[in-house]
């Protein structure tokens, strides 16, 4: 079901719009109805694949954040030569 967060993690549902999906669902021509719907579901895949195409950037950055994480909990120092580099 279709949530919003509100303040203080708290969840609210709305199911109006839902309902409001209804009418044109209704209303429309069988294509027309299918063809809207499956706009929408390849709209979604756009966040997956965008993530996909950063994802080398995203690894090397996580790979340095980890690096430095783990020299600050251990305490030695570290020869910056070492040190993953994002490009």
């Known amino acids: 079901?279709?949530?919003?967060?509100?303040?203080?993690?708290?969840?609210k549902t709305?199911?109006?719009l839902w309902?409001?999906?209804?009418?044109?669902?209704?209303?429309?021509?069988?294509?027309?109805?299918?063809l809207i719907a499956?706009?929408?579901n390849a709209l979604t895949a756009i966040p997956n694949l965008i993530s996909l195409l950063l994802r080398p950037v995203k690894q090397k950055y996580t790979k340095a954040c980890i690096f430095e994480a783990a020299i600050k909990i251990s305490g030695n120092s570290y020869d910056n030569r070492h040190t993953p580099h994002i490009s």
């Open 19 to 34: 309902t409001l999906a209804v009418f044109p669902g209704a209303i429309l021509s069988f294509d027309l109805t299918w």
């Open 1 to 11: 079901m279709l949530e919003i967060h509100a303040r203080h993690g708290q969840r």
């Open 14 to 16: 709305l199911p109006h």
């Open 38 to 40: 499956d706009t929408l």
